[in-house]
């Protein structure tokens, strides 16, 4: 204490400012933890401004149409973003499409199904999925599902429903399709973990309700025991979209980066992601430096809106929890 | 019975037997993912692998230890300039974090938690590598350490609010004063939990490529130097994995093989950390 003495006589510190933390310990202490706190708001308002500044000259030169006009000529210098956006959102549907069920199938299997001795093991063989490094997945994709998808899956699909615009043209490998399953493989932990937990938090008196009045165990369930966790569930399938808008590696490595806007799933496209991985750095002219930076921008406000819409929905079922930052 | 009953109990048995084949195709894409790679990478596992660098296109042979070299240098800078900065934001979440900042800090980590990487590594391209006029590993460390706070950050927390109220109490009544109380006694008693948090963080970060690409942007030599690019194995596997040659294509197999192996071996220990102290907890 530097305090005079003087002071000391005239006001002596009563015991319980000991107790609400006003010793010199505990105000550095806290002060350092503030200080540590403060940083990552910080690196946000550092991260969004970087971006936009650097965005700024091409976001004064296209403007709004940036958005919905699909020319990308380095060359020329004219730049418009919508054949990524496109395919970042129709490679992120797909994944949905493919991973919301299964995710929820291992969910409720998990919370509600399985014997006792099944549920640990399995659920940790699942997250262990999310373990699995983008780039490994991309080089899987390439060797493995590729293949498969050639010899077993496109011309069955061809021969029913060939006659859909979905699936028009040629199959080369690297397209939508394969871009959207890989994307779905990675994000079946995550959803099936949050959901999983969600399903958990539901009150057990929902189940023994349903059960009393003569409900069989799946009826139980999807009457009583999903719908109660239903804004978890959504939160659950809402941040899985948010790791697929932003996923860069295997979607790179697979989806066939070509500027194009076309509905069949059997072609090539691109997103934003990697139009960034491939292009940030053969970047030669500043406007197409910062036409890339509005990318980032674009997909960062995408992915950030997407993710605060889903933590606002998990929190409203399990208040406050860190649910999917453990996922692994 | 009557047929209506009959319905109800046929959907409700195949609806479980649905969740659970669910299940199974599920971990059957974990069983074919590590399968693969165990097939196609472990025969080119061999001494020269890991202690050769890489040779020129075209030529066979060579091997990957500038990239594993590189790995651990990356990855361990990223956790010392994260770790701290990731447990002291935890703490503060579960010490102090009932207010109104706790609220922001609390929204933001979990908001950057699902930002995407590559974001993150033009991020510090224009903060690191663009001032300094070149590629360096430093950046791509920082990038790293950028992805890996707000994990760590929320998962200290957690672990901190785990600790029983009576402990703190008893500390404090025992006249300790409140940092102390929270340093010796609360994440003392939290510690195996936020080392489980640390080790799953830093399995996360070793695998990430994307913010890689243009900081640390990958080296064909053996470089130690954080000021220069550096290799790592996960950039090393997207050069050879995109490349044309089938030498390269082994090569590849067999990094994600280790890279692989090296985020299931830190994945694991977090496990084992966790179950050691705090058992049924979860």
């Known amino acids: 204490m530097t305090t005079l003495p003087m002071e000391r006589a005239a006001a002596p510190e009563p015991r319980w400012q000991v107790l ?12 350092a933890l503030t200080v540590l706190a403060l940083t990552l708001p910080l690196l946000l308002v550092a991260l969004v401004s970087e971006l936009a500044i650097n965005a700024w000259p091409a976001i004064r030169r296209f403007g709004l149409p940036f958005v919905w006009t699909s020319v990308w000529d380095p060359v020329a210098g004219v730049f418009g973003a919508a054949p990524m956006i496109f395919g970042t959102i129709a490679s992120s549907f797909l994944a949905l499409l493919l991973a919301v069920p299964l995710a929820l199938g291992v969910a409720i299997y998990l919370s509600e199904f399985a014997p006792k001795w099944l549920r640990q093991p399995v659920s940790f063989l699942v997250e262990l999925l999310a373990a699995i490094p983008s780039v490994v997945y991309g080089l899987w994709g390439i060797f493995v599902l590729i293949p498969f998808l050639r010899t077993y899956v496109v011309p069955p699909l061809r021969a029913t429903l060939g006659w859909t615009p979905f699936l028009s043209g040629v199959f080369y490998g690297n397209s939508l399709l394969a871009g959207g399953v890989i994307l779905a493989i990675m994000i079946v932990p995550y959803i099936a973990a949050v959901s999983r937990e969600v399903l958990l938090a539901v009150p057990v008196s929902q189940r023994e309700a349903a059960l009393g009045m003569g409900a069989t165990r799946w009826e139980a369930v999807w009457t009583a025991v999903v719908p109660y966790g239903q804004a978890g569930l959504m939160g659950a399938v809402i941040l899985g979209l948010g790791r697929a808008l932003g996923e860069t590696m295997a979607v790179t490595m697979l989806i066939g980066n070509r500027h194009d806007i076309g509905l069949s799933v059997l072609q090539p496209a691109y997103t934003m992601a990697a139009a960034i991985a491939n292009e940030f750095s053969e970047a030669t002219t500043n406007l197409y430096l910062s036409a890339l930076f509005e990318v980032g921008l674009i997909l960062f406000v995408i992915t950030v809106a997407v993710n605060a819409l889903a933590r606002l929905m998990i929190w409203r079922v ?4 860190a649910v999917g930052s453990r996922a692994l | 019975m009557s047929v209506r009953r009959l319905r109800r109990r046929i959907v409700s048995g195949t609806m479980t037997a649905l969740v659970a084949v669910l299940s199974f195709v599920a971990v059957l894409a974990l ?17 020269s692998f890991f202690v050769r660098n890489p040779v020129p296109a075209g030529q066979s042979g060579g091997g990957v230890a500038n990239a594993i070299v590189g790995t651990v ?19 503060y979440l579960a010490e102090y974090g009932s207010g109104r900042l706790g609220w922001t800090v609390r929204f933001v980590a979990d908001v950057l938690n699902g930002t995407p990487s590559i974001v993150v590594g033009i991020f510090a391209w224009t903060w690191l590598v663009k001032p300094m006029g070149h590629f360096s590993a430093l950046a791509g460390s920082v990038a790293l350490a950028v992805l890996m706070v707000p994990m760590i950050a929320r998962t200290t927390e957690e672990m901190v609010r785990l600790v029983p109220h009576s402990l703190r109490e008893a500390a404090l009544a025992l006249g300790y004063p409140r940092w102390r109380t929270s340093l010796r006694v609360v994440a003392r008693t939290a510690l195996a939990g936020i080392l489980t948090g640390c080790l799953v963080g830093v399995a996360r970060i070793a695998g990430e490529t994307a913010p890689l690409l243009f900081t640390a942007l990958g080296n064909l030599n053996f470089s130690t130097s954080i000021l220069q690019p550096m290799q790592t194995l996960s950039l090393q596997i997207f050069t050879y994995g995109t490349g044309p040659f089938d030498e390269w294509h082994r090569l590849a197999w067999a990094a994600a093989l280790v890279l692989m ?21 979860r």
């Open chain 1, 20 to 31: 609400r933390g006003a010793n010199v310990g505990d105000r550095l202490y806290r002060g």
């Open chain 2, 73 to 91: 240098i990356i990855v361990g800078l990223a956790a010392l300039i994260g770790l701290p900065i990731g447990i002291g934001t935890g703490l």
């Open chain 1, 318 to 321: 399990a208040r406050g929890t």
């Open chain 2, 261 to 281: 192996g090296l985020v299931l071996v830190l994945a694991l220990a977090a496990r084992w950390a966790l179950r050691s102290r705090y058992g049924a907890a």
């Open chain 2, 31 to 47: 069983v074919l993912i590590l399968g693969y790679l165990v097939a196609k990478g472990a025969s080119s596992l061999d001494w």
